[in-house]
């Protein structure tokens, strides 16, 4: 079969492209592989402004960049593409073969590349690759939950942890409970895995990868598999890095991605946010903790974080201190997902035996409580379920 007889489907396509020549090259591509795909096309780098108005104005499908014309614009506005539409495909225009740039380019958030000569050959790979990935994205029903602290010390790791492994027996398919704190990454310890590899390992091959690989990177710990945080501090992750291609390859191959992400400020945060389906944002009820939630909020609508996907949850929750639900919610203008209350001696009693809180305990009720409130499913469904009852009991005890 030629190549331009291959059915690419329909797209909306973003061009921007200050290079005369690329674009000229790049026209007789899009006009005979890529037919009755209405093209925008923007002959000089736009502002973040502009970006944002084109991007939910057009909404484009398809993206294709010049990164050579002005190498620190184009390296910046791919940054920009993956942080206001990470589900966006993006293809890097280069002018010449550039390792160096190419490589930069595909970290800044870039899906692919093309490079002058501009062949059908090389489009046509290109659009094969892009357009499995858009049809994997399509069909997949994986959900992503990212659990996300308004500040230091509110306990999103512990919650995440303990959540996580609730949703292994209220969940069918496959979970990696995977954590991208870069700093303080605490989830290998909780789950008491032997650490290799981490995330940034993944990160780096996140082009790359695939399930072989993968399987060396996360740990298995009864049936979850855990992403590990690195050992030593990674700083800079912000500047350099974007998690949307690791989180499109976990929705490839598991059914629930749960995130554990160190903060909620800064680039790389604000792309987790972004990215996940549903946000558990987690708080305490103490005035300082309340201060930081109206300025993650604040920060959040800025940055065009979809409101209604964020789940407040009120973490250690002491009455007789600190501020009532009511009040939280009247403050922060939303309602409160779920009220975990403070239990320090089962945590603690929890994490030296290395297992998650138990459910019959205040704070593991309130762990099973927000499993059961995110998978939409009941843990004494499951009980009832796999128990025997009646005439299946009493036959039961005939088989053994």
Known sequence: MSNARRNFGQWKILLICPDGELRASLAPLLDELLPFSPTLTLEEYPTRALLEEALSGQGPTLCFVDVTSRDEWALALLNDLALLNPKLPVVALHATSNPELILKSLRQGATEFL???????????????????????????????????VKGGCGASTLAFNVASHMKK?????????????LTGTVAFLAKTKQTYSF???????????????????TSRNGLDVL??????????????????????????????????????????????????????????????????????????????????????????????????????????????????YSLEDLQRALVEGRPVPASTPAGKGFLQVAEKLTGKSAEDGETASRPGGLAGIFSIFKR
């Not at 489009?123 to 959900?143: G, N, P, Q, T, Y």
């Not at 390992?201 to 060396?216: F, S």
């Not at 996940?276 to 065009?304: G, K, M, W």
Request: proline share 5%.
């Open 115 to 149: 490079c002058q000569p501009l062949t059908e050959d090389q489009f046509c790979a290109v659009m094969e690759r892009i357009s499995s990935l858009h049809r994997v994205k399509d069909l997949s029903s994986a959900k992503v939950i990212c659990f996300m602290p």
């Open 200 to 218: 940034l390992d993944a990160l780096t091959r996140a082009t790359e990868i695939d399930e072989d690989v993968w399987r060396g990177l996360v």
């Open 228 to 341: 590990a945080a690195p050992e030593q501090p990674a700083h800079g992750l912000d500047e350099s890095s974007n998690p949307a291609a690791l989180i499109d390859f976990m929705r490839s191959i598991y059914d629930l991605i749960l995130l554990d992400a160190g903060g909620a400020l800064g680039a790389w945060n604000i792309g987790l946010a972004r990215l996940c389906d549903e946000l558990v944002l987690v708080t305490t009820n103490e005035l300082p903790a309340l201060h930081a939630a109206q300025r993650v909020l604040s920060i959040f609508d800025r940055h065009r974080v979809e409101f209604g996907k964020i789940r407040l949850v009120v973490n250690r929750f002491r009455r007789e201190i600190g501020l009532q639900k009511e009040i939280i919610e009247a403050a922060l203008h939303m309602e409160v997902f779920h009220v975990i209350p």
């Open 170 to 182: 209220l969940h069918p398919g496959r979970i990696v409970l995977a954590d991208l704190d870069p």
